[in-house]
């Protein structure tokens, strides 16, 4: 499925919208168009916290602002801020404004509704010309994991170590299959608890359904998937001490920025590196440099999470 844009019955702004069924991702980021710049959601992917998952909000807002902007122009930057938990049982509606239309680029925002006016996001969405130019780009570490072919690496549920039990009770990271994302680690230890002087997370990822080639779905699905898993790197270093004294640790997303370098595909493997460089006052960031299978770097993504303890 290459259209973003479906013709499904439209759901009314009260009316619950049906739980995504894992298969076609394009159900799910596919809006349903209100007018000509307010597009609805069809349907809704809940997270361990029982709300919107917010990979389905960036994709759906990057969804939204890529069907007001001519199709010669492709997403650059995606930068996002959540301002609230969206609710499962009721659609979200996409508001996009112009912000540019210049010979180059196009800039949109896009605000999330829910509701009488509840805001759960607002976005600004870049799309640009390609252009001839010089090009360069960092080379992968030696370390991130691109000589270790995803296909061997274990999933989540193959994980078996005590550590595990730790992370889920104190992080509600859950190490369970994912009906729509296929994601394997190349270094095990990553996912566990333990020491680290600069916490960090390698990760290969790839939606499991097959796309065609059209890339507005497929930048939008990579931000479906950037924000999965992502801000664990935040908090990994935290859960020995924490789960020590049982205590627990709310995450949650706060803002999340995506810039896309290069063409990608997300049913395709994309390893993620994944840093921490600070967690304080509640706060913890993210960043990740992300490789194709042949060592491009295809983006690079960030994201500022919640840490909040709880008894």
Request: with cysteine.
């Given at each position: 499925?290459?259209?973003?844009?479906?013709?499904?019955?439209?759901?009314s702004?009260?009316?619950?919208?049906?739980?995504?069924?894992?298969?076609?991702?394009?159900?799910?980021?596919?809006?349903?168009?209100?007018?000509?710049?307010?597009?609805?959601?069809?349907?809704?992917?809940?997270?361990?916290?029982?709300?919107?998952?917010?990979?389905?909000?960036?994709?759906?807002?990057?969804?939204?602002?890529?069907e007001?902007?001519?199709?010669?122009?492709?997403?650059?930057?995606?930068?996002?801020?959540?301002?609230?938990?969206?609710?499962?049982?009721?659609?979200?509606?996409?508001?996009?404004?112009?912000?540019?239309?210049?010979?180059?680029?196009?800039?949109?925002?896009?605000?999330?509704?829910?509701?009488?006016?509840?805001?759960?996001?607002?976005?600004?969405?870049?799309?640009?010309?390609?252009l001839?130019?010089?090009?360069?780009?960092?080379?992968?570490?030696?370390?991130?994991?691109?000589?270790?072919?995803?296909?061997?690496c274990?999933?989540?549920?193959?994980?078996?170590?005590?550590?595990?039990?730790?992370?889920?009770?104190?992080?509600?990271?859950?190490?369970?299959?994912?009906?729509?994302?296929?994601?394997?680690?190349?270094?095990?230890?990553?996912?566990?608890?333990?020491?680290?002087?600069?916490?960090?997370?390698?990760?290969?990822?790839?939606?499991?359904?097959?796309?065609?080639?059209?890339?507005?779905?497929?930048?939008?699905?990579?931000?479906?998937?950037?924000?999965?898993?992502?801000?664990?790197?935040?908090?990994?270093?935290?859960?020995?001490?924490?789960?020590?004294?049982?205590?627990?640790l709310?995450?949650?997303?706060?803002?999340?920025?995506?810039?896309?370098?290069r063409?990608?595909?997300?049913?395709?493997?994309?390893?993620?590196?994944?840093?921490?460089?600070?967690?304080?006052?509640?706060?913890?960031?993210?960043?990740?440099?992300?490789?194709?299978?042949?060592?491009?770097?295809?983006?690079?993504?960030?994201?500022?999470?919640?840490?909040?303890?709880?008894?």
């Amino acid at each position: 499925m290459d259209t973003l844009s479906a013709e499904p019955k439209i759901p009314s702004e009260r009316e619950k919208p049906p739980e995504w069924d894992g298969r076609e991702i394009g159900d799910l980021l596919g809006l349903a168009q209100m007018s000509a710049s307010r597009f609805r959601s069809q349907c809704a992917e809940t997270n361990e916290h029982g709300r919107v998952y917010g990979g389905q909000i960036l994709g759906q807002a990057l969804s939204a602002a890529t069907e007001t902007v001519s199709k010669d122009r492709f997403a650059s930057c995606l930068q996002l801020v959540f301002a609230a938990g969206g609710l499962p049982d009721q659609a979200i509606d996409f508001e996009v404004q112009t912000l540019q239309e210049g010979k180059r680029f196009s800039a949109r925002n896009v605000r999330g509704l829910q509701g009488a006016g509840r805001i759960l996001c607002d976005a600004c969405v870049t799309f640009a010309k390609a252009l001839e130019s010089p090009a360069h780009e960092a080379p992968p570490p030696s370390d991130c994991g691109l000589d270790r072919n995803p296909e061997d690496c274990p999933a989540l549920e193959h994980i078996d170590h005590p550590g595990v039990r730790d992370v889920e009770r104190t992080l509600n990271y859950m190490y369970r299959p994912h009906r729509a994302i296929d994601m394997r680690a190349p270094f095990v230890e990553d996912l566990l608890p333990g020491k680290y002087a600069e916490p960090r997370m390698r990760f290969w990822i790839r939606l499991r359904q097959t796309l065609g080639d059209g890339p507005d779905l497929h930048a939008a699905a990579f931000a479906y998937l950037s924000d999965y898993w992502i801000n664990f790197a935040a908090c990994i270093a935290h859960v020995s001490a924490m789960a020590e004294r049982d205590a627990r640790l709310y995450v949650a997303s706060l803002n999340h920025t995506i810039w896309f370098h290069r063409s990608l595909r997300s049913d395709a493997w994309l390893l993620f590196d994944c840093i921490s460089p600070s967690g304080a006052f509640g706060r913890g960031l993210a960043t990740a440099r992300v490789f194709s299978r042949a060592g491009d770097l295809v983006a690079s993504a960030a994201q500022e999470c919640l840490l909040a303890p709880t008894a």
